[in-house]
């Protein structure tokens, strides 16, 4: 106990510092405005949380980092990234707080923040950055980098995070790792070929049939099984896939896509149970950050209509933009179009099942 002498709350917490921060700039300037508090407390909090999330991210990303994710730390890793899920739906939740404010009363002080703004928030970027969003697919910003906004050590920080490998890179050479896809007697691409040739012969078959359908809407429903069945056909071959990427709905690896495509189909296996909630987790945050941007983006709206915003961009505009623009995993959103039901799964070998249960 020597080495550690009692300590009291306020000491503990540092309260008097902590309580000390909040300094209304239109008290300083001698016109009060009573809603300033509100609008610096809620932005410190947002502040707090994001260095809470930054702590999980950077434990996962050094997870991910070795050679060989060990299995124990990856369930360590998912339920971090669950504390994660949990901080973004109070941040999704804590907007609500701020729109108390109306916008006449947040035009009581607006003017003193100028050119001070969220975009400045090196945390968020730092957020983003960790997690994978990649600067070419950034909304530009008066036409400059959005590291043109901050101070210089600020920009080396971003810059270095730019630099390091992030969660979307890490988990993508993690996916193309996976066993099981290609072992003896089972070649997954060739088996979900032929599973899904099959069931799309039987699509077209029931067209064909279907007697209650005119000439026109038979042709209508062939097209549409045909096209459906060159959507899977592009996802198989290397090629088209490289067109898939081009286009902007995968930005994964080949091999990656196919490994969380068979995470997907098979996640009852007891050994892809925590792949699976690895990849739904990573989903999740994906919803809440782009939930949390459009929120944002509605707040923003009513407080400042068209108004351009204090950190110089088209204020609510840019930020919808970004709503959808600065989304990092939609690959694996994407993936569902490719999902099949149960019934018409490639049937694992028993070996291979075998291979992937605990005992
Ligand atoms: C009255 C409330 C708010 C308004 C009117 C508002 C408005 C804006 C506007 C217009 C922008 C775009 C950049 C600019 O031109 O300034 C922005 C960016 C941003 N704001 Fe807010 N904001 C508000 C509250 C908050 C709060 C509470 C947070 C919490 C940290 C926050 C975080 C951010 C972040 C992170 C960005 C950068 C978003 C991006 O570039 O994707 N804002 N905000």
Known sequence: MANHP?????????????????????????HPAHDEMLFIITHQTYELWFKQILTEIDFVLASFGSEKVDEAIM??????????????????????????????EFLEFRNYLYPASGFQSVQWRLIENKLGLARETRLTYNSLPYTAFVSEPERDVLLASESQASLFQLVDTWLARTPFLQTEGFNFKVELKNAVDDMFTEDRDKVLGNTLLSDDERKKNIAAVEGMKQTFASLLEPEAFEKLRVDGIFRMSYGAIHAALFINLYRDEPILHMPFQLLTALQDIDELMTTWRYRHSLMAHRMIGMKVGTGGSTGAKYLKGATEGHRIFTDLFNLSTYLIPKSKRPVLPEGLRLKMRFN
């Open 75 to 104: 369930g360590q890793a998912v339920s971090k990234l669950h504390r994660v899920i949990a901080i973004l739906r109070l941040l999704v939740d804590q907007v609500s707080v701020l729109e108390t404010m109306t916008s006449m």
């Open 6 to 30: 009692p300590i009291s709350y306020r000491d503990y917490l540092k309260i008097e510092t902590l309580l000390e921060i909040q300094k209304p700039r239109s008290n300083e300037f001698g």
